[in-house]
């Protein structure tokens, strides 16, 4: 009985030291191998199509864990801050080889993979890839093809391309009426604020993940601070015009009618009037995007 | 006939979920499902596909390597223990001891899926709060899971009653991969010439064809599957069964058990 006691007292100090001690070798080891090497292994050994045939049949399963490690990855590089999304493209495209109809991927993933570093991979080229992928195999979503005229308009500047993509898209049934008006303000129209604000707000109300919504309201906040400025350096040069001065501030104008009251921007703070008759936002940091139709 | 298959079945199905080895790949299963919605939250706008995708895997994959692990004992262990001559002494006849173990086997495999199943609609239904027409769709690939478990209980059997536990565990397993990949050897039988072709397509029909009863990603995208699917697989997998049984009879038959 005493010898029972005293093996089973031994036996929890070294389920408790030891599984301790291997937790931080663990650590250990995951610091020296670098946090991307698992997943650069999962990744490279097999491909999608191999992936799928050793998955047994369950390979929705598996898309549904790449899809996951997708996600974690891009989080992770984008809380770093950094510029570097090498593994996105590769995940995201076993992801879509195990499951081509797992819609959010070409969707999400493609958002993920167009927008500019630090916000996303700035690979708008490889997010047409991936979309063009979601197409063949899900020709019958017209979404997809939404997201292909965005990606086209605000990220490659194509307009010829993403006027295709929005009247391609326009012809599927059950596609919205408004995609046919996208397509012909295509034609029209190349870096306009309004179009890029209705393709962020169709973004907006077609995903449903927070980051993605997040980072669409950031952009029309930011593309409408960007119209307000323009037309307010507009109502500055027209002021110049006039009196021969540049405004000391924002009440010159108010008195001679050219404008209502003292601009605001969306956080409610008043524009800054520069000398020489520039605008801008008091805080740049609440309007990350802004001047991006122009660059 | 009917008395003493009867008896057999529900002794295999009493022996059966007294088994350890039962609870612990249901426990596992069960808690596979319930962890599911975790792994969904981390992920993006596929909370409910990763639910339904690990709750039809688990009952697929577990219900399967339940049919092997009780399935490899059910012959061996009764030749082992010697229990199998009792049994013979009095007047049961061979075959209807295979069809009764196998028959144990599928009661012990319903009711485990009945289990597994009802787990992972109340998973669902505390994830979604409520259960919609989409979620019935998924008792397709339920049901095309039991007809998988009705074809492996078959194999298992086949194997049990010429081999030892390790040997007809290790083939059965085999034959469940090999049957995974059944259209490959089929696409294969195709572009093969002369011998090669008539050897790959014969393998191609006598392997059994699981490929075309996992419809898992169907079901979770919502996809129709035709009743004609639903009536040839039922058919295929109770004919392709009996075939399986009769030959595990057949060989039983001629098993010399001195």
Redesign the interface.
């Known amino acids: 009985m005493k010898r029972n006691s005293t093996a089973s007292v031994v036996a929890v100090v070294m389920l408790l030291t030891m599984g301790t001690g291997a937790i931080l070798a663990l650590h250990k080891v995951e610091t020296v191998r670098g946090q991307e090497a698992t997943l650069e292994e999962v990744l490279y050994l097999p491909s999608g199509k191999t992936l799928k ?1 050793i998955s ?6 598996l898309a ?2 790449y ?2 490690r997708a ?2 990855y891009f989080g992770a590089q984008f809380h770093k801050r950094t510029p570097r999304y090498d593994l996105l493209y590769p995940l995201l495209d076993v992801t879509t080889d195990l ?1 081509p ?2 819609i ?1 991927v070409y ?2 993933g493609s958002i993920f993979l167009a927008q500019r570093p630090p916000e996303g991979a700035g690979q708008p080229d490889k997010a047409v890839e991936l979309l063009e992928k979601g197409i063949r195999e899900n020709p019958e979503y017209w979404r997809l093809y939404f997201t292909l005229g965005f990606t086209h308009y605000l990220d490659r500047k194509d307009y010829k391309a993403a006027q295709e993509a929005f009247a391609k898209g326009s012809e599927i049934p059950g596609a919205l009426p408004w995609m046919k008006a996208m397509a012909a303000r295509m034609a029209e129209r190349g870096n306009d604020a309004g179009t890029a604000i209705a393709l962020w707000q169709g973004v907006y109300e077609m ?3 927070d980051s993605v919504r997040d980072s669409a309201l950031k952009h029309i906040a930011s593309l409408r601070v960007d119209a307000a400025i323009d037309e307010l350096q507009q109502r500055v040069q027209l002021y110049r015009t006039q009196t021969g001065a540049w405004p000391a501030d924002w009440s010159d104008l108010v008195h001679k009618g050219l404008l209502p009251g003292i601009p605001v921007d969306p956080t409610g703070e008043p524009y800054e009037l520069l000398p020489l008759g520039s605008v801008q936002v008091k805080d740049p940091k609440a309007f990350p995007f802004l001047g991006e139709l122009h660059q | 006939m009917i008395s003493r298959l009867s008896a057999i079945a529900l002794n295999t199905f009493r022996e059966a979920v007294r088994d350890r080895v039962l609870y612990n790949l249901i426990v596992f299963a069960l808690l596979l499902v319930a962890g599911a919605p975790l ?1 969904g939250q ?5 909370e409910r ?2 639910l339904v ?2 709750g039809l ?1 688990a009952i ?2 577990f219900g399967v390597v339940i049919a092997i692990f009780i399935g490899i004992g059910l012959v061996s262990k009764e030749i082992e223990k010697k229990t199998l001559y009792t049994i013979l002494a009095r007047p049961v006849r061979r075959w209807e001891f295979i069809v009764g173990k196998s028959s144990g086997l599928l009661m012990t495999l319903a009711a485990n899926t009945a289990l597994m199943t009802a787990g992972f609609y109340a998973a669902l239904l505390i994830d979604q709060r409520h259960l919609g027409r989409a979620d019935a769709g998924l008792l397709i690939a339920v049901y095309f899971s039991a007809l998988q478990f009705l074809m492996m209980t078959a194999i298992t059997l086949l194997f049990s009653t010429f081999s030892t536990s390790i040997f007809s565990a290790v083939f059965a397993f085999s034959l ?2 090999i049957g ?2 059944s259209e ?1 050897l089929r696409n294969f039988a195709a572009l093969a010439h002369g011998i090669t072709k008539w050897f790959s397509t014969g393998a191609a029909y006598i392997v059994p064809n ?2 075309s009863l ?1 419809v ?2 169907q079901v ?2 919502e ?1 129709p599957i035709g009743g004609r699917l639903i009536f040839f697989n039922t058919l295929y997998a109770v004919l392709y069964s009996a075939a399986v049984t009769a030959g595990a009879v057949l060989i039983f038959e001629r098993r010399n058990l001195k």
Do not use: C, K, M
Not at chain 1, 56 to 61: A, F, I, K, P
Not at chain 2, 42 to 46: A, F, N, Q, R
């Open positions: 045939r047994l049949g369950y390979s929705s399963l549904n864990i899809w996951t996600v974690q499951d109809l797992l959010p969707q999400t995903t449903q993940e | 792994l981390i992920s993006i706008d596929i596909l990763v995708n690990v895997s697929s994959l469940f991969v995974t990949f490959d699981f490929a996992n898992i990603a979770g995208h996809q």
